[in-house]
């Protein structure tokens, strides 16, 4: 099955200035994964373990200090490999003054959409996750559960084939956070790949097919599904066992 992410001994150190000169902090170590194409993962961990770190080397944000990433067989920075991935980050922005369909308009052409193509795209994106009759309203007048709808269409606007995803429920409510396990189901079920990371272990039980559980930039455990469904106290107690 072809790979659709490749992350190979893969380390990443921040230098930090200060009075007294430069210290280093790693928040990658020597890690290690693959998520094959079709596969919906997702990452847990503690806050700082390096979840979005992770996020930001895989999308090119972020050069690695040492190892090899791969997307779709692609360095993250080639055109290749960003014409596949869509990216939503823990905290979208967009500009306040615009409209949602305005916004998305913007953020299509800068993926190379035009015309027709665009406006079609900006219509599905639209659509698919529930932003159509909010339509009039300006940015500035989203709740940060819209905000995160709004930064989900985004993502999806040139149909990349990889979404990645730094917690895409955050913010929202119930009702919302079902829509959107529908819409992400869904997606896959079209053949699209899917990385995400949550703080809700109950989220990631019911999207993942597929864990990797990050301790201080490390990865501890892989868990497929078929081990927190058979653990006591499912994916929760598994995860709190690596952690430790």
Same mark, same amino acid.
């Given at each position: 099955?072809?790979?659709?992410?490749? *992350?190979?001994?893969?380390?990443?150190?921040?230098?930090?200035?200060?009075?007294?000169?430069?210290?280093?902090?790693?928040?990658?170590?020597?890690?290690?994964?693959?998520?094959?194409?079709?596969?919906?993962?997702?990452?847990?961990?503690?806050?700082?373990?390096?979840?979005?770190?992770?996020?930001?080397?895989?999308?090119?944000?972020?050069?690695?200090?040492?190892?090899?990433?791969?997307?779709?067989?692609?360095?993250?920075?080639?055109?290749?490999?960003?014409?596949?991935?869509?990216?939503?980050?823990?905290?979208?922005? *967009?500009?306040?003054?615009?409209?949602?369909?305005?916004?998305?308009?913007?953020?299509?052409?800068?993926?190379?959409?035009?015309?027709?193509?665009?406006?079609?795209?900006?219509?599905?994106?639209?659509?698919?996750?529930?932003?159509?009759?909010?339509?009039?309203?300006?940015?500035?007048?989203?709740?940060?559960?819209?905000?995160?709808?709004?930064?989900?269409?985004?993502?999806?606007?040139?149909?990349?084939?990889?979404?990645?995803?730094?917690?895409?429920?955050?913010?929202?409510?119930?009702?919302?956070?079902?829509?959107?396990?529908?819409?992400?189901?869904?997606?896959?079920?079209?053949?699209?790949?899917?990385?995400?990371?949550?703080?809700?272990?109950?989220?990631?039980?019911?999207?993942?097919?597929?864990?990797?559980?990050?301790?201080?930039?490390?990865?501890?455990?892989?868990?497929?599904?078929?081990?927190?469904?058979?653990?006591?106290?499912?994916?929760?107690?598994?995860?709190?066992?690596?952690?430790?």
């Amino acid at each position: 099955m072809t790979r659709a992410i490749t *992350f190979a001994s893969v380390e990443k150190t921040y230098r930090r200035p200060g009075l007294l000169g430069s210290s280093y902090v790693t928040a990658v170590k020597d890690l290690s994964f693959e998520v094959r194409s079709g596969e919906v993962v997702g990452l847990l961990g503690l806050n700082g373990a390096g979840k979005t770190t992770i996020m930001k080397l895989l999308t090119g944000l972020l050069f690695p200090t040492a190892g090899r990433i791969r997307v779709f067989g692609h360095p993250p920075t080639d055109p290749a490999a960003k014409a596949r991935v869509g990216f939503l980050p823990e905290l979208p922005y *967009f500009p306040p003054r615009l409209r949602p369909y305005e916004a998305l308009a913007y953020y299509g052409r800068l993926s190379g959409l035009s015309g027709a193509a665009l406006a079609e795209a900006v219509r599905g994106a639209a659509g698919r996750t529930g932003l159509e009759p909010h339509a009039g309203k300006r940015v500035s007048e989203f709740s940060k559960g819209m905000m995160q709808r709004l930064g989900l269409a985004q993502a999806l606007l040139h149909g990349p084939d990889l979404l990645v995803l730094d917690e895409p429920v955050s913010g929202l409510d119930p009702l919302a956070i079902h829509d959107i396990r529908g819409l992400l189901a869904g997606l896959n079920a079209e053949g699209r790949t899917v990385l995400l990371s949550s703080h809700s272990i109950s989220e990631v039980e019911k999207l993942c097919s597929r864990v990797l559980i990050i301790v201080k930039g490390r990865l501890a455990a892989a868990v497929e599904r078929a081990a927190w469904e058979g653990a006591p106290g499912g994916l929760e107690s598994i995860f709190v066992e690596a952690v430790r």
